[in-house]
């Protein structure tokens, strides 16, 4: 019997371990109660989670969102060149207006995208635009994902579901990513956030 309680012992200790590296494997950064995985499976890879933090409006918080890439990185122009598929996960902390959300995206891809590549992609820019109109109202907890997948495109989701065709050009995705990540982004603290930058202002955009 007490070899049987030894090794029951040992199989509870191993199966604690395992636990415990699994845990830590799966770890997770909290931004404004929202939960964003540290790493995010997308088109056959495992995606790390590059910085997350707050959208703010004035005082009040918009969304969280959070940057998936294949490594990390800290510049903009590392960013936009980096190869293979990226995503964003937006998680609403507050219910919004279709016309308000799809406002402050166009508004982000005005100021931060040259004349030449506006009139390049100016069709799949209108078409993004329209896309707001099929969601009447984006309720708090709902979760937007705007992913690249090489050889497929821009692909966009609400709550799982697929809205639209994909959209083709890197250029495109690469404009959405400067709506947050531009000269002009739409909150300069998340910006810093989804850089992973360590600034104070950075850390408070998490709360």
């Known amino acids: 019997m007490k070899i049987i309680r030894i090794f029951s012992m040992k ?37 790390k989670l590059n910085g997350a933090g707050i959208r703010y409006k004035a005082i009040f918080k918009v969304y969280a969102a959070g940057l998936y890439l294949k490594e990390k990185k800290t510049t903009v122009p590392e960013i936009l060149a980096l190869a293979g598929p990226k995503s964003v996960k937006l998680v609403m902390l507050r219910d919004l207006s279709n016309e308000d959300f799809g406002r402050g995206f166009m508004t982000g891809i005005q100021q931060n995208t040259d004349k030449t590549e506006k009139l390049k992609l100016v069709n799949q820019f209108m078409r993004f635009g329209e896309m707001f109109a099929s969601v009447p109202e984006l309720k708090k907890g709902d979760i937007m994902l705007t992913e690249w997948i090489p050889g497929i495109g821009t692909i966009v989701s609400l709550n799982g579901k697929k809205m639209g065709e994909p959209y083709p050009d890197v250029a495109f995705y690469n404009a959405l990513l400067r709506i947050w990540l531009g000269e002009k982004p739409v909150d300069a603290s998340l910006k810093k956030a989804m850089l992973a930058e360590t600034s104070d202002d950075a850390k408070n955009n998490y709360r």
Request: glycine share 2%; no cysteine.
């Open 11 to 47: 199989l509870i200790i191993a199966a604690s371990l395992v636990a415990t590296s699994y845990a830590a494997q799966s770890a997770v950064l909290e931004v404004a109660g929202v939960k964003f995985d540290d790493t995010a499976h997308v088109a056959n890879a495992d995606l």
